[in-house]
């Protein structure tokens, strides 16, 4: 499990990297398919925490109008853990902490993510879904990133 | 019965059993380990914890509940079940009303015995405040 979590920890961080890099504008058009879009499964479904479902080609329709949209976004990842794993399938949480979010009715908002991720050659995202921590939670941190 | 078939089922003896306020015909639908994950709520894992948080609300109102199945896909052993819910709570005493709707993902494990459980509620409310 140790090292599948080093596996895992590591795609969710790349991965949220890669989302502030692209909302930043500070990285190259080019790379959303092979640094994000590659890493979902073709029926993938991320439902966002206003409870809004998107498919695969939704998801590349609104990275892609959102492009350089937010120079201050800034994202940090926290408590990656694998809750179950059977054969290649893991269920997987974290929490997103997110500041200067534009686009969200708090800028500064916390969230927690579960997902299904299956291991293979690289690591393939099949489920996401996003919901609000709590206001308290949410109010006692800091954003010190 | 197949997997999708069986998974129906453990979502209706869910619902059913918060409709009908017995809460060990619910948690008998789910794993030792199942975490839940509401909306603005602290995420709580084990059966216990849905004891904790469901005895009270029963005790309080009685429920009649909706789910519409949007997606339910099978991974081996495990399951996403994607949908609408809906629930209206009545308060015993007042009877005043309340409740809500959204969006719901449930995940299900396959155990060795081939018996399905959940393992995971994560919910989106349509309306909230900003709180």
Not at chain 1, 15 to 27: A, D, K, Q, R, T
Request: net charge negative; aromatic share 10%; glycine share 6%.
């Amino acid at each position: 499990m140790t090292d599948f979590l080093k596996d895992v920890r590591r795609e969710v961080v790349e991965l949220h990297e890669f989302f502030v890099s692209w909302f930043n504008g500070s990285i190259d058009r080019e790379e959303l398919e092979p640094r994000f879009l590659s890493h979902l499964s073709a029926d993938v479904e991320f439902i966002s925490p206003d409870g809004v479902a998107l498919g695969r080609e939704q998801l590349k329709a609104g990275f892609e109008a959102a492009y350089g949209a937010n120079l201050d976004f800034k994202i940090e990842i926290r408590d990656v853990k694998i809750l179950k794993q059977f054969g290649e399938i893991m269920l997987v949480t974290y929490t997103e902490w997110q500041k200067g979010a534009r686009a969200s009715a708090q800028p500064q908002n916390a969230r927690i993510t579960t997902a299904l991720i299956e291991m293979g050659s690289r690591l393939t995202w099949h489920h996401i879904h996003e919901t609000w921590l709590p206001e308290s939670v949410r109010q006692a941190d800091p954003f010190a990133f | 019965m197949s997997d999708v078939d069986e998974i129906k089922v453990l979502l209706d003896e869910w619902l059913n059993g918060l409709d009908s306020g017995d809460l060990e015909r619910m948690v008998a639908t789910c794993d030792p380990d199942v975490t839940i994950c509401n909306e603005y709520q602290p995420t709580t894992i084990g059966i216990q914890a849905v004891r904790d948080k469901y005895a009270p609300r029963i005790a309080e109102s009685t429920f009649k509940s909706g789910f519409e199945i949007e997606h339910l896909n099978v991974y081996d052993k495990f399951a996403v079940l994607i949908g609408r819910f809906s629930v209206v709570a009545t308060h015993k005493l007042s009877g005043n009303k309340g409740g809500g709707q959204g969006r719901l993902a449930l995940v299900y494990r396959k155990h060795d015995d081939g018996s399905w459980k959940m393992l995971l509620d994560i919910d989106n409310n349509d309306e909230r405040d900003a709180a």
